[in-house]
């Protein structure tokens, strides 16, 4: 059984995620507070965290902060802070996706779903050097990439950004750690992540306009889905 931790104060809410996480076979614990949560992280080893960013005794980024210390379980913030910064800084806390509210039930456990099966494949991807899509395949080791039979040109920048997202499958990655580890720069330069990622679409989707595969979140990041 996957084990849920949901740490939020809001006792309607708390109550309406406990139903549905248990209608779905979840085992659920609750925290309405940050102390409380880490030590029920500490006892009860979730799989999965549903993090509230505005708690009472202590900011979301805190216990965000304080779980990456010792675990790398997913966490999934559910917040109704909508500014960029504030999911920025989440995300460099070491948060694997944002969740703004309201949302919609069946989003959010599409994501809980998505969060458990990068988990459990987690353990392969150090491995495996080809990474396959029905577009193009991406060959880690060799630092290739092939699209309908042919070798698919990447600048050493193009490469470096696919790699970063290749290897994070469903992560979301901050628009912030990509400039600092691609460019090392701060975030006033988000013009140069959109020209770059306009090349790498235009070069590996179907539809460069719809993409499929490297995801554009709006104000937050870029992430690749598989």
Same mark, same amino acid.
């Given at each position: 059984?996957?084990?849920?931790?949901?740490?939020?104060?809001?006792?309607?809410?708390?109550?309406?995620?406990?139903?549905?996480?248990?209608?779905?076979?979840?085992?659920?614990?609750?925290?309405?507070?940050?102390?409380?949560?880490?030590?029920?992280?500490?006892?009860?080893?979730?799989?999965?965290?549903?993090?509230?960013?505005?708690?009472?005794?202590?900011?979301?980024?805190?216990?965000?902060?304080?779980?990456?210390?010792?675990?790398?379980?997913?966490?999934?913030?559910?917040?109704?802070?909508?500014?960029?910064?504030?999911?920025? /800084?989440? @995300?460099?806390?070491? #948060?694997?996706?944002?969740? *703004?509210?309201? &949302?919609?039930? =069946?989003? $959010?456990?599409?994501?809980?779903?998505?969060?458990?099966?990068?988990?459990?494949? /987690?353990? @392969?991807?150090?491995? #495996?050097?080809?990474?396959? *899509?029905?577009? &193009?395949?991406? =060959?880690? $080791?060799?630092?290739?990439?092939?699209?309908?039979?042919?070798?698919?040109?990447?600048?050493?920048?193009?490469?470096?950004?696919?790699?970063?997202?290749?290897?994070?499958?469903?992560?979301?990655?901050?628009?912030?750690?990509?400039?600092?580890?691609?460019?090392?720069?701060?975030?006033?330069?988000?013009?140069?992540?959109?020209?770059?990622?306009?090349?790498?679409?235009?070069?590996?989707?179907?539809?460069?306009?719809?993409?499929?595969?490297?995801?554009?979140?709006?104000?937050?990041?870029?992430?690749?889905?598989?």
């Amino acid at each position: 059984m996957t084990r849920v931790l949901v740490v939020e104060d809001d006792p309607q809410l708390v109550r309406a995620l406990v139903i549905n996480l248990q209608a779905r076979q979840y085992g659920v614990d609750t925290a309405p507070d940050g102390t409380t949560a880490l030590r029920l992280a500490a006892t009860r080893q979730p799989d999965v965290v549903m993090l509230d960013l505005g708690l009472p005794d202590m900011d979301g980024v805190d216990v965000i902060r304080a779980l990456r210390g010792w675990t790398r379980v997913p966490i999934l913030v559910l917040s109704a802070r909508q500014a960029s910064d504030e999911k920025v /800084a989440a @995300l460099d806390a070491g #948060a694997d996706d944002y969740i *703004t509210k309201p &949302f919609s039930m =069946d989003e $959010l456990l599409a994501r809980l779903r998505a969060a458990v099966r990068r988990t459990e494949d /987690a353990p @392969l991807v150090p491995e #495996a050097s080809l990474v396959e *899509t029905d577009e &193009f395949t991406v =060959d880690l $080791l060799a630092k290739k990439v092939v699209r309908s039979g042919r070798d698919v040109r990447l600048t050493p920048t193009e490469w470096h950004l696919l790699e970063i997202l290749i290897t994070n499958p469903g992560r979301l990655i901050s628009q912030r750690y990509l400039l600092q580890e691609v460019w090392g720069v701060s975030n006033n330069k988000t013009n140069y992540l959109r020209v770059y990622m306009a090349q790498l679409r235009r070069k590996l989707e179907k539809d460069p306009s719809h993409p499929r595969y490297l995801i554009t979140e709006p104000g937050m990041g870029y992430r690749y889905e598989g």
